[in-house]
């Protein structure tokens, strides 16, 4: 382990100098990825400098034990031995999660598609209850929220509503609510008092960066048209809204939250280019092991992953079997929760994977 993180800290080192030289700035492309890179090895190059005393300690205690002729110095020595036997035992499990490698997509922004399932009426207002618990949520992380498209629902909610969420780490922490919610309750419509189930489907995707992927101006076809819904006369009367398709794969993006033809046009080549890069993505996943499958993030949108039940206040995750009976606190944006385990659950699982591709 300590040669491992002897190699990482010699990468660090060399990182740190690129981005320290006169002209780091000069290739923007390289300057964000080796800024990545810094970022991603600091942590690691800290538990190393904390790693590497914590050995000193535990061999200078054994060089009083082995050596010294004070009894009370060695009974003293033996304790502090014992004590760091146990913190080196707990900083080797920290190292070996940060030493999982990471997914580059873990740190971008994200681009995330809700859409109103199965249900009715209904199906559109959980959706957009579900906006409204990523909003909280991503208001708890410091992040930033920015309007896409909006197909409102006949009787409130969404039928669809695209947003993206720009922030530290946010498609890490968002990758694990892609697939199918559903909430048990009493719908506002139902005279009987009858639970119904409804559902909704969260997409997440990691937002492309335009060295991510490269777009031909060629292979996208443009179309205006007026916007429709709330934001007065000049939203209905003037053709702002915008409409991409990428011609060789059929994939379409729009946008008409804004007044501005421009601003729509470069949300909606936002969503665009991630949605490319996302079936991108999907090609190499399905090209690798059956192993990298079977992680919690399987990305497939067709999985059903929470139910929310209202009459017995529950929330149970059913990729990792946790329930939590706080469904009001989880509605409400506290969602960190369900996060970490999720992130415990990957993590562990890659353990495996490594030892058992090791073995």
């Known amino acids: 382990m300590l040669e491992k993180l002897k190699q990482i800290q010699s990468r660090f080192l060399e990182v740190e100098k690129k981005l320290s030289s006169a002209d780091a700035m000069s290739d923007m492309k390289l300057f964000v990825r080796n800024n990545k890179e810094y970022k991603d090895l600091k942590p690691i190059s800290e538990a190393y400098h904390s790693y590497k005393n914590l050995l000193s300690n535990i061999n200078d205690a054994k060089k009083i034990i082995s050596s010294s002729d004070d009894s009370d110095l060695i009974d003293l020595a033996k304790m502090e031995l014992s004590n760091w036997n146990m913190e080196k035992d707990l900083q080797e499990e920290k190292i070996k999660i940060l030493l999982i490698p990471k ?12 859409r109103a399932g199965t249900g009715g009426d209904e199906a559109g207002i959980f959706a957009g209850d579900l906006y409204k618990m990523y909003t909280s949520y991503s208001t708890m992380k410091k992040w930033k929220i920015e309007l896409v ?4 629902g006949t009787s409130g909610g969404f039928k669809e509503v695209i947003f993206n969420v720009q922030g530290n780490d946010v498609y890490g922490q968002l990758k694990f609510e892609s697939g199918v919610h559903r909430v048990q309750r009493v719908p506002e419509t139902e005279t009987q008092g009858r639970v119904h189930t409804s559902a ?3 997409i997440v995707l990691p937002e492309a960066e335009e060295f991510d992927i490269e777009l031909k101006n060629s292979d996208i076809r443009k179309d205006t048209y007026c916007s429709s819904g709330p934001g007065g006369q000049s939203v209905n009367t003037t053709y702002s809204a915008v409409r991409l398709t990428h011609t060789p794969t059929g994939i379409v993006a729009q946008c008409q939250d804004q007044k501005s033809q421009i601003k729509n046009y470069e949300k909606a080549l936002k969503v665009l280019r991630s949605r490319i890069y996302e079936m991108e993505l999907q090609k190499k996943m399905e090209e690798e092991s059956s192993q990298r499958k079977t992680m919690v993030s399987s990305g497939d949108r067709s999985e059903k992953i929470r139910t929310y039940n209202y009459p017995q206040g529950r929330v149970t995750d059913h ?41």
């Open 103 to 114: 997914d580059p997509e873990d740190s971008k922004n994200a681009v995330v598609e809700i």
């Open 149 to 152: 498209d909006v197909a409102e």
């Open 200 to 202: 909704a489907s969260v």
């Open 319 to 359: 990729r990792i079997g946790l329930t939590k009976y706080n469904l009001q606190s989880v509605v409400s944006g506290d969602l960190q929760e369900f996060v970490d385990e999720l992130i415990i659950a990957e993590n562990t699982q890659k353990l495996k994977i490594g030892k058992l591709t090791d073995e």
